[in-house]
């Protein structure tokens, strides 16, 4: 490290992303420095992990060194220097992007949008880093790119379809790393590594060069170990959407939001979880996860109520939404042949769904929204578990066929899609550990555009229950 650095290697690369930038600019350590030491770290600890697809090696050194060169000239880019990876389903000019399959063969030919703009904010791409086929289902195992396994257990899934990014910042791999949400695949993913994850507004962050993609489910955002580094995060990649919808600017920077206190706030909390598929089953523990935090959260001086959402039949508009998204991933791949078997049913299902069918669920979401949102008449934010209970052995769903997986996944994650088909911004905040060692973890939803709520809340619980300091057997 650059002489007279105040802390050691480790405590470096667990430091987050916002807090690297800063010594970064104060010449407490330089990029080459950063950069090779989470290279470091990952050729010793991924081997065990499996979460990256690609790592960049030289690409990345010749960058730091670039960075190098722009620090002496004065430049004070938010990033500048600091090692991030992306989620394999983003493209990277001149990388392939694979899905999690080997079924495209040709690189990009240039970069996505929040790709652009994290790179002119100076980060740099040490990797990218692993989903499932085509980033559909909550667990990050693939025939081509094999299973990826959580730091707090290698027996357990880092969750998905963002889990390869997980992994990697639970790890200490990275500081920070792209994610995307579909059907909770942010959430899920840094509720079973013991990260925080925010899935943003709908529209909040561009999804080009797709527009809608999964039919308006999907959002683009980060897993970090920290909610500061979330907010930098999303202040370098936020606008330039041309989806229907998307929100306006915020009123003043997600980083000044999460360093301010979020006064006094009405928290609705609800262990209740909407019917997509199949009747949900939540562990005693996950439930328990929500009214600890409400406990805290009352002690901090908000006001908490048990409430639950009027989810009405909200399944029936979310799954032909879900599973037709899936179905047109599927009809756009190159190599349709090199997909999984389950994949191709995953595509199967979609392409039964009727056309008035899907159609009467788009039209429905505003009838879902005004329902279902009438919760915020009373209340500011909502408090519900993440997902089922502590993150699922791997291998949970192998061999199984689509529609079996299908079931299962709707059993285990029931509350993160709803905020999909809805758009709301909503986050995964941990929420301490379970009897079995893996982290707990409780969703908390805003209104619509109210990610600065959402960020000032968490910070206030990360200050109170700090969860960053605490690291995985393999990190």
Known sequence: MAEGAPIGADEIAFAGAARQAEMVRAGE??????????????ERLDPQLN???VVLAERAMLEAEQAEARIKGGDDRPLLGVPIALKDEVDLAGELTTRGTDAFPDPATADSEMVRRLREAGAIVVGKTLLPELAICGFTESATYGVS????????????????????VAAGLVPIASASDGAGSIRIPAACCGLFGLKPQRGRVSMAPHLEHWNGLSAN??????????????DVVSGGSREPGAPPPPERPFVEAARTAPGGLRVAFSTAAPRAVAPPTV????????SEMAEVLRSLGHETAQKDPDWGMIGNNMVPRYLRGAAEDVAKVPL????????????????????AVFEKARAGEAADAARVNAIFDTHDVLMTPVMGGTALPVRRWEGRGALWTLLGM???YPYCIPWN??????????????????????????RPGSEATLLSLAAQIESERPWADKRPPIS
């Open 29 to 42: 350590v330089s990029p080459t420095e950063l950069v090779g030491l989470h290279l470091e770290r990952i």
């Open 51 to 53: 979460s990256f697809r």
């Open 149 to 168: 396994r959580n730091p707090w257990n290698p027996q357990r899934t880092p969750g998905g379809s963002s889990g390869g990014s997980a992994a990697a």
């Open 221 to 234: 955002g980060c897993v970090s170990r920290s909610v500061l580094d979330t907010a930098l995060w999303l």
């Open 283 to 290: 562990s005693d523990e996950a439930k328990g996860a929500v």
């Open 336 to 355: 349709p042949e090199r997909l999984e078997r389950r994949t191709r049913g995953m595509g199967r299902l979609g392409s039964l769904i009727p056309t």
């Open 410 to 412: 709707s059993r285990f």
């Open 421 to 446: 088909h809805l758009g709301n911004p909503s986050m995964a905040v941990p929420a301490g550990f379970a009897a079995d060692g893996m982290p707990l973890s409780v969703q908390i939803v805003g």
